[in-house]
């Protein structure tokens, strides 16, 4: 255990931190933490040193939003399953993860709810979001519709209560009756309030951030498009300044000149790149499901199957974190963004900032080690490399 526990050095990479990118830099870990991040090179003892020369060191990833990945998923199957869709993320370099939970009947969403808070309390997840059943129908995407529900405060505690705290993040369509309270009652229990798979108009969307509405959950996927006279969630959304918006930068869900357009639009502190995986990610094309719904993945592309067996909406996607971590570098945008949008702004916005998201003194010793091309090469979570990487 001590031995484990014992300090790392890596020196002379390209350390990106949140006050620019160190080359060459080191890190010195201690623990479970980041003791020291410098400018310069670093002579170290042997054993405990990782030449870093040529890397770039960015901080671990920060998922917020993903349903599962390497086979399985955390909306179904055991504790086990979902303990395995992490460790498939982490080898990723997801060193906090966020299961998302889709639509589902109410019981159904308390059951997966208290089985996955244990592994939130122990930290093989960071939290619990529920992107439903509070959505629009019209809006569904690759939800199932039928469990859809108008926003109720007393359903909404309930799921709270079954999380047993670690519900961190709730997605809701703004235009349903009833969802002014629900937002007020999220926001004021501490529960990021995301606008998603909605259907509603600026005004209404507008007034959602109003009453404390935060976060935009995959901005432009599950929503009324912008339209020059009437923006949409999409335009009221990236118009506001203290709203986050989620992007899922994988080269399906969205054109790279989106992503471009997004991150300048909303500037460093707003973006926030997700998978939003599904089971299939890191697997071959075939038959997957999504909660209750069937989907096909052919080219990586993994879409809904309709009543008569063809192929429907898409239905999440089968990327990684360090894919779509490549994707936004590629289509643009410097690194030190990429990684902002990929760790810090996600930490912040689940309210992790204190604890981890950054190269940082005093945070989580959570990295991930990439080559010029941002390959993932090693990944360090809580001070310790990853078996497979080192
Ligand atoms: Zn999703």
Redesign the pocket.
């Known amino acids: 255990m001590t031995h484990q526990q014992a300090g790392h050095l890596l020196t002379g990479g390209r350390v990106v931190t949140p006050d620019g990118v160190l080359t060459p830099g080191w890190i010195q870990t201690e623990g479970t933490q980041i003791a020291a991040v410098a400018r310069g090179d670093r002579q170290g003892q042997a054993g405990n040193t990782t030449d870093v020369h040529g890397r770039w060191i960015l901080p671990g990833f920060v998922d917020m939003?993903v349903?599962g990945g390497g086979g399985t998923s955390f909306t179904e199957g055991t504790a086990e399953d979902a303990r395995a869709a992490a460790a498939f993320h982490l080898a990723h370099g997801t060193t906090s993860i966020v299961a998302?939970l889709?639509t589902a009947p109410l019981g159904e969403l308390q059951e997966r709810a208290a089985m996955l808070a244990p592994l939130a309390a122990d930290g093989a997840l960071v939290g619990l979001h529920l992107?439903g059943p509070f959505l629009s129908r019209a809006r569904c995407g690759a939800q199932d519709p039928r469990h859809m529900l108008l926003p109720d405060v007393a359903a909404f505690e309930c799921l709270r209560a079954a999380a047993a705290g670690h519900l961190r993040v709730i997605t809701i369509a703004p235009e349903l009756p009833g969802a002014r309270d629900l937002i007020t009652a999220a926001a004021s229990a501490g529960v990021t309030v995301a606008v998603g798979h909605t259907d509603a108009t600026a005004e209404v969307t507008a007034a959602a951030v109003d009453a404390g509405a935060t976060h935009a959950t995959?901005l432009f996927n599950g929503m009324r498009p912008v339209h020059h006279r009437e923006p949409g969630p999409v335009g009221a959304l990236l118009d506001s300044e203290e709203v986050s918006c989620e992007v899922i930068a994988d080269g399906v869900h969205l054109h790279d000149t989106i992503i471009r357009l997004t991150a300048h639009i909303a500037g460093p502190g707003r973006l926030v790149l997700v998978t939003?995986a599904m089971s299939a990610a890191g697997l071959r094309d075939g038959r997957y499901r999504l909660g209750s719904r069937q989907v096909s993945v052919s080219g990586g592309v993994a879409r809904l199957i309709d009543d008569d067996g063809r192929p429907g909406a898409i239905a999440?996607s089968t990327a990684t974190m360090a894919g779509v971590v490549r994707r936004a570098a590629a289509a643009g945008l410097p690194v030190p963004d990429v990684a902002d949008a990929a760790s810090t702004t996600p930490a912040r916005v689940l309210g992790l900032a204190d604890r981890l998201g950054a190269l940082r003194p005093g945070l989580a010793a959570n990295l991930v080690v990439c080559d010029d091309d941002l390959a993932v090469r090693a990944v360090m979570r809580r001070g310790r490399w990853l078996p497979s990487a080192q």
């Open positions: 939003h349903h998302s889709v992107e995959h939003d999440g």
